[in-house]
């Protein structure tokens, strides 16, 4: 079965809420065994727009990534993520 991906770019308006995002986002993450394959890092764009963060994670199926994002447990992050960031947020099938 194909792995699921989540692709973000994120341009943060409120830093200091946005660690907010991070520090509730990341154990429920793990709960459904998401693993963050990409966060930050050096970015060089070709195309389109540059936002500040870049983020890749995967999880074992699409599937899995789509009931992370729609989960109660996610929620709390993801209203902080909405308030205080712009996101283009993507959830992908991988190859194979």
Not at 40 to 49: L, M, S, Y
């Amino acid at each position: 079965m194909p792995k699921g991906y989540v692709i973000v770019h994120v341009t943060v308006n409120a830093p200091e809420r946005y660690s907010n995002y991070a520090a509730a986002g990341l154990g429920v993450l793990e709960k459904f065994g998401g693993k963050i394959l990409v966060r930050g890092g050096r970015a060089e764009i070709r195309e389109g727009r540059l936002r500040d963060r870049h983020i890749i994670i995967e999880f074992d199926s699409f599937d899995k990534a789509v009931e992370w994002y729609e989960s109660e447990q996610y929620a709390p992050a993801l209203a902080i993520r909405k308030e205080c960031a712009d996101s283009d947020f993507v959830i992908v099938e991988g190859a194979g």
